[in-house]
């Protein structure tokens, strides 16, 4: 087990300085619904810094609902949501503007939708989606831009020379790899990813996946991914919730969830899923 999930089953953890790690993400009996069972209802988590929860479950469950918003991109009908921001201060989400929330996804968040046409801006070149991050930050140096442009092309394993192309000139991984770019670029905090492989070839997944796997290690993200392929869940997350019809029906570390499902819904999606 590592320390990070370790924190998870402890009311408070130590660093080795002594001070206690606080945790990133508080999220208390948040509630949306849309009718009966449809949506989310009495999510309650704690998300500590460079940790990853997969939200898993079937096609409806309510997990896209979920993570729209623990995002602040969806009001609850009850429950709250506190952020740790990078000053230290704790900020309630929903108590916050509006303005506030979109501030916090374009600097300390991230979100990385499974369309990459959703999360891109398609009519500016790819070094200008990646530079447009940084902008929101207050950098203005064109030559520090094109710089840091330039280095996340490289680190998503994007030909440089492609820089002043437009995205719908790139592949469908492609395009996913510089909405990561996009995303990261700023070196958020928290990253919000929805099914980010979906819709991709396998050997496009798999490759993708390693990346974000070793990004996610190499910068300490902590990141909330809702997928519904296990294998995903299994490569990436440290923790899960499965959830069933808007309820979170399980949740604990990754390995003992797809290994000694509990819950009967578990033991049938993991089944279904992961026959040797
Ligand atoms: N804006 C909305 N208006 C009405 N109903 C909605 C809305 N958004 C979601 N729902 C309903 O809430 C339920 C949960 O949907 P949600 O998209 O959160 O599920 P999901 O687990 O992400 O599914 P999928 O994996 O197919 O994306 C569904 O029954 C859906 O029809």
Redesign the pocket.
């Given at each position: 087990m590592s320390a990070l999930q370790a924190i998870n089953n402890e009311a408070q953890c130590n660093m080795p300085n002594g001070d206690a790690i606080e945790p990133l993400f508080q999220v208390s009996d948040i509630t949306r619904?849309?009718?009966p069972?449809?949506?989310?209802q009495a999510v309650s988590f704690e998300l500590y810094p460079g940790e990853v929860l997969g939200i898993v479950?079937?096609?409806?469950?309510?997990?896209?609902?979920?993570?729209?918003v623990l995002s602040g991109r969806c009001q609850p009908d009850a429950g709250t949501i506190h952020y740790r921001q990078s000053d230290g201060v704790l900020t309630d989400l929903y108590a916050s503007s509006e303005a506030r929330r979109r501030t916090l996804l374009r600097t300390e968040w991230g979100f990385v939708e499974q369309n990459p046409r959703d999360g891109l801006r398609m009519t500016v070149s790819a070094g200008a989606n990646i530079g447009e991050r940084l902008m929101a930050q207050g950098v203005r140096n064109y030559g520090t831009l094109r710089t840091e442009s330039l280095r996340w092309l490289h680190q998503v394993e994007i030909d440089a020379s492609r820089i002043d192309d437009l995205p719908r000139t790139f592949s469908g991984g492609m395009q996913q790899r510089l909405q990561i770019a996009r995303n990261l670029v700023s070196h958020p905090s928290l990253v919000f990813m929805?099914?980010p492989t979906g819709g991709l070839d396998v050997s496009v997944q798999a490759r993708l996946l390693d990346m974000l796997r070793a990004l996610v290690r190499d910068l300490g993200l902590a990141v909330i991914i809702?997928t519904?392929d296990l294998a995903v869940a299994r490569l990436l997350a440290d923790r899960l919730m499965v959830?069933r019809r808007?309820r979170v029906v399980e949740s604990g570390l990754t390995d003992q969830i797809l290994d000694d499902p509990q819950h009967p819904y578990t033991q049938l999606l993991v089944s279904s899923v992961l026959q040797p």
């Open positions: 619904l849309f009718g069972d449809k949506g989310c479950g079937e096609s409806g469950s309510g997990k896209s609902t979920l993570l729209n929805d099914e809702v519904h959830m808007s």
